[in-house]
């Protein structure tokens, strides 16, 4: 009997910030994106790129504190409440929406999905 039910995702953007490593040339260096959540106990973080007019596209998958994967010139760290997601050089062609969401965990009768306060301010 499986004890765990599991939940939707849910995006989160509580902080989402950036910053380049060479102000006087934001074509080069690195491109920073940060994400924090409140979740106690999650099952994966994500991270995705949405570009105009189209769905999301997984980038990233991270399990645990300290996981970092890297594709090309993205890098993504997890941290404990929250991850960071670089870009390296960036270019035009990296102009997207991205979107961090964590994979909940919860007990059967536990699993809610939260409210986003900010998202229902936007509508």
């Not at 390296?88 to 062609?93: D, F, H, I, L, Q």
Request: proline letters at 7%.
């Amino acid at each position: 009997m499986e004890n765990m039910l599991e939940c939707a995702f849910i995006v989160l953007w509580l902080q989402v910030g950036s910053e380049s490593s060479d102000p006087e040339n934001p074509g080069g260096g690195r491109l920073s994106l940060n994400c924090s959540h409140t979740a106690s106990s999650f099952r994966g973080l994500q991270w995705y790129r949405q570009d105009p007019g189209k769905g999301p596209e997984l980038l990233f998958l991270l399990y645990s504190a300290g996981d970092e994967k890297q594709k090309e010139r993205l890098r993504a760290t997890l941290l404990k409440k929250g991850s960071s997601l670089h870009i390296e050089a960036p270019k035009p062609k990296d102009s997207a929406t991205y979107l961090c969401a964590v994979q909940t965990q919860c007990s059967p009768g536990t699993c809610r999905l939260y409210p986003n306060p900010e998202a229902a301010a936007l509508e």
